[in-house]
Every structure is written in structure tokens, then in C-alpha cells.
């Protein structure tokens, strides 16, 4: 497949364009991790969450 003189802007774009999803993929399952962790020690810590309380708790 030839790309004419184009090919190392194409190859360099394919390649920036993948480098930047990896990044954002690593950096979204790290603030996942980074969040539960948050949630964890709130939840060791006695606070609840208050969409866990019904209706009748709100009042």
C-alpha cells in the first residue's frame, strides 16, 4: 500500500491519535481506582451515602 508522500503524516497521526487514547484510558482506570479507594475509607469511616436512605428518612 503506498501512500505517497504523505505517509509519515499519516503513520505520526495514527500514532498520536493512539498514544492519546492509551493515555486517557490509564488515566480514567486510575481516577477509578483513586475514587473507590475515597469511597471506601468514607464508608470505613461510618459516613453513608445519602442516596442510600428512602424517602421517609429524608423528612
Known sequence: MAL???TSFIVMSYALVAAVVLILIV???LDHRRVRAQ???L?????SRRSGRGAADLS
Not at 464508608?43 to 459516613?47: D, P
Open 4 to 6: 505517497g508522500p504523505y
Open 27 to 29: 488515566w480514567i482506570a
Open 39 to 41: 469511597l471506601h475509607a
Open 43 to 47: 464508608e470505613t469511616a461510618g459516613v
